[in-house]
């Protein structure tokens, strides 16, 4: 099968388009055919030598985790999804192959069948990123009525949906952004939107009980900066991997919670995901699309950092 594929990390140059195996699926594996796979921060970090890269066992690699595509081979008839079905999720990778190629194996928990009202383009741009923001928002923060949540960049591919689930479950919704963003954030369902290249955040938010914290401490202390605007007790959840080393003993000299966030390959929060998208209570932006050969540029364009929801890889047409 064609594949984008790495030999070494680096920068997003090392990408190029290989004929590998075909993957084979095993035990309650699906094998599907990708028509689109998304581009997540963590691609980029893996790819650069950090994030999962310590774990890939052998180059070359095939990175990704998001795609949606077509049912091609079933572990048994009554799996629930038939040959042909449209589906989405996120593999396994690096435990197997990622879905920068033409086909993955899927575990049967690990997908769920695409959303009639989305495209595979669309659909690729949802599951890691949906399944983080539902996991940090609804699971750890348990968003409600009354409840105020500070979101750091919300306008990006894990904070346009953190800001849209905030608000479905009731929550008042601070999100942090470039100008270009804030009116299109309120329209995603903030109460309030702060332009964090000419506001300091601290000085316009009100006290907040649970931060949503998609940046980390790396960029302009923004993460010790959350604790003057989280009450005593309030909780702060990070989820960039390696962007606070000191995050809980900060925390607790802060006198506030604290937890990191890693994201599940949840096929049944996805389902749950797939009925407020059909319903239209949530949505996914796919900001640009790339053919799977130009994944370099994908790259480029997210390590950037100005991009606005989700960046998509079309690998096939379906």
């Known amino acids: ?76 008839a009554a799996a629930g999804l038939l040959p042909g079905d449209e589906v989405y999720g996120m593999t396994a990778f690096p435990r197997t192959g990622g879905s920068y190629a033409e086909y993955v194996t899927v575990s049967s928990l690990s997908l769920t069948r695409k959303p009639t009202t989305l495209s595979h383009v669309e659909a690729a741009g949802v599951p890691l990123a949906a399944l983080t923001a539902w996991g940090m928002v609804v699971d750890v923060a348990k968003a409600h009525e009354g409840q105020r949540i500070l979101i750091h960049a919300g306008s990006g591919g894990v904070g346009h949906f953190a800001v849209q689930f905030a608000a479905y479950f009731g929550a008042q919704v601070y999100a942090t952004g470039s100008a ?25 938010v009100p006290q907040v009980d649970v931060v949503i914290d998609l940046i980390g401490n790396t960029v302009d202390d923004t993460g010790t900066r959350s604790f003057g605007v989280l009450r005593p007790g ?85």
């Open 180 to 204: 270009r963003n804030l009116s299109w954030l309120h329209e995603l369902g903030a109460h309030q939107a702060i332009d964090h290249e000419t506001e300091r955040f601290e000085d316009v």
């Open 1 to 76: 099968m064609r594949a984008a594929v790495i030999d070494a990390v680096g920068s997003p140059e090392v990408f190029r388009m290989d004929t590998v195996p075909t993957p084979e699926p095993v035990m309650a594996e699906f094998l599907v055919k990708v028509v689109a796979a998304g581009v997540n921060p963590i691609d980029a970090k893996t790819r650069s030598g950090r994030g999962v890269s310590s774990a890939i066992d052998s180059m070359p690699a095939v990175l990704g985790f998001d795609f949606s595509g077509i049912v091609v081979q079933s572990p048994f």
């Open 234 to 318: 309030g909780l702060i959840i990070n989820a960039p991997t390696g962007s606070w080393p000191t995050l809980a003993e900060d925390a607790r000299a802060a006198g506030v919670r604290a937890t990191t966030f890693t994201v599940a390959p949840d096929g049944g929060t996805l389902d749950t995901i797939s009925r407020l998208l059909e319903s239209g209570d949530v949505r996914v932006f796919v900001d640009q699309i790339f053919e799977l050969c130009d994944v370099h540029q994908a790259h480029g364009l997210l390590e950037g950092g100005h991009s606005r929801g989700k960046i998509v890889l079309k690998v096939a047409n379906g």
